[in-house]
Nanobody
């Protein structure tokens, strides 16, 4: 069964850091791109970062550049999102998703497996 399970969300003060994890199972990850997306209350879901699992190529949305880092551990079938310098507007539910393509993309229609999400709240 194809499954993605996120963890690592929580509450943090502005300027703080969090590391999200996404553990994948039932997927041949070398053929996948894995993306992190987020949805804030009242807003559309947006793509944050993507990694091609085979060669660890990465791409970032403008909102994540310089603050967020996506990475993967092949042995653990895990994808990480390290988030630094967090701001209140980073508050959202964060999802990881898998696209059966070997290219970097944040086009949501290409992602066919989604995790359940993990809440990130940035507040003083």
């Amino acid at each position: 069964q194809e499954q993605l399970v996120e963890s690592g969300g929580g509450s943090v003060q502005p300027g703080g850091s969090l590391r999200l994890s996404c553990v994948a199972s039932g997927l041949t990850l070398d053929f996948y791109a894995i993306g992190w997306f987020r949805q804030a209350p009242g807003k559309e879901r947006e793509g944050i970062a993507c990694i091609t699992f085979n060669d660890a190529g990465t791409m970032y949305a403008d909102s994540a550049k310089g603050r967020f880092t996506i990475s993967r551990d092949k042995a653990k079938s895990t994808i990480y999102l390290e988030m630094d310098s967090l701001r209140p507007d980073d508050t959202a539910v964060y999802y990881c998703a898998a696209a059966p393509v070997g290219v970097l993309t944040l086009r949501q229609s290409l992602y066919d497996t989604w995790g359940q999400g993990t809440q990130v709240t940035v507040s003083s």
